[in-house]
């Protein structure tokens, strides 16, 4: 044996010896006689749970309120995607008059709700989630696209998730 750099070596064998040849006889199949129909004793077992390759996936979720709804229809819509309760509703038409749109502020805040956006930004309880929202000025929530009322509730659901309706009194 000779050590090499990485380790033992093993020479080839010698190549004068004659080749070996091995004989294999598989068993012969038991005479057909022999062979009883299977009978059941008890009910069988599954041992293997077999999951569906393809899984079916759930409707798509509808992320724009449906065209022909009325103003506060439109906003109840949004309210009721982004969690909301019911007093939304009422608020946001004392507040807005169901109205998202670039005319629809006073000299602080925006839309439906009346989001005080460069306020909330600056809140570090709040900004996380106005920014997971897709809002990072008051330009994402003030205006009548289906993307901004969207941005719009969700904004106001993490408002009201830090604050309560203390917002709105």
């Known amino acids: 044996m000779v050590l090499g750099a990485c380790g033992p070596v093993v020479p080839p064998p010698p190549t004068d010896l ?6 294999a006889q598989l068993p012969a199949p038991p005479p057909s006689s022999t062979i009883a129909p299977a009978v059941a004793s008890r009910p069988a077992v599954r041992l293997m749970i077999f999951e569906q390759e393809t899984p079916t996936l759930p409707p798509p979720v509808e992320v724009f309120a449906p065209a022909g709804l009325d103003r506060c229809a439109e906003m109840s819509w949004y309210r009721a995607r982004a969690g909301l309760p019911e007093v939304f509703d009422r608020i946001g038409r004392r507040e807005s008059n ?8 006073t000299f602080c805040c925006y839309g439906w709700w009346q989001l005080w956006v460069s306020l909330h930004l600056a809140d570090r309880r709040m ?3 106005y920014h997971a929202c897709g809002v990072f000025s008051a330009a994402d929530v003030n205006s009548d696209t289906p993307a901004d009322k969207a941005r719009q509730a969700c904004a106001t659901a993490v408002l009201y998730s830090v604050v309560g309706l203390s917002a709105w009194q």
């Open 18 to 23: 004659p080749p070996i040849t091995i004989h």
């Open 98 to 105: 169901c109205r998202n749109e670039d005319q629809v502020h």
């Open 127 to 129: 900004a996380p989630g």
